[in-house]
């Protein structure tokens, strides 16, 4: 299991409240891999982060789905009378021509 290397400095506490059972069975398999209980924690919650990070933040598309956005993308529409209109309320509401 990777850990944080120990000369990072620690700024932040993390706390949580479990019952005995929930934390003799995470003790358990922090021992089992060779990591403190807080090395454990971390890598632990580290990991699943990362996993719900990629799953909302990646987009994934099939090849016909990126060709197609690679399209649209090389060749916009024409802006509709709906979305000619809606930048211009955006650009007088911030008021794009003062700044």
Same mark, same amino acid.
Not at 2 to 21: G, H, I
Not at 33 to 55: H, M, N, P, W, Y
């Given at each position: 299991?990777?850990?944080?290397?120990?000369?990072?400095?620690?700024?932040?506490?993390?706390?949580?409240?479990?019952?005995?059972?929930?934390?003799?069975?995470?003790?358990? *398999? #922090?021992?089992?891999?060779?990591?403190?209980?807080?090395?454990? /924690?971390?890598?632990? @919650?580290?990991?699943?982060?990362?996993? $719900?990070?990629?799953?909302?933040?990646?987009?994934?598309?099939?090849?016909?789905?990126?060709?197609?956005?690679? *399209? #649209?993308?090389?060749?916009?529409?024409?802006?509709?009378?709906? /979305?000619?209109?809606? @930048?211009?309320?955006?650009?007088?509401? $911030?008021?794009?021509?003062?700044?």
């Amino acid at each position: 299991m990777a850990t944080q290397p120990n000369s990072e400095r620690k700024e932040t506490r993390l706390v949580a409240r479990v019952s005995t059972d929930i934390q003799e069975m995470i003790q358990r *398999a #922090a021992d089992y891999s060779g990591a403190t209980l807080s090395q454990f /924690l971390i890598e632990s @919650a580290l990991e699943k982060a990362r996993d $719900v990070l990629a799953q909302t933040e990646t987009l994934q598309l099939s090849k016909a789905g990126a060709e197609a956005l690679v *399209a #649209a993308l090389e060749n916009p529409p024409e802006p509709n009378h709906k /979305l000619v209109a809606a @930048a211009q309320r955006y650009r007088d509401s $911030v008021n794009v021509d003062n700044h």
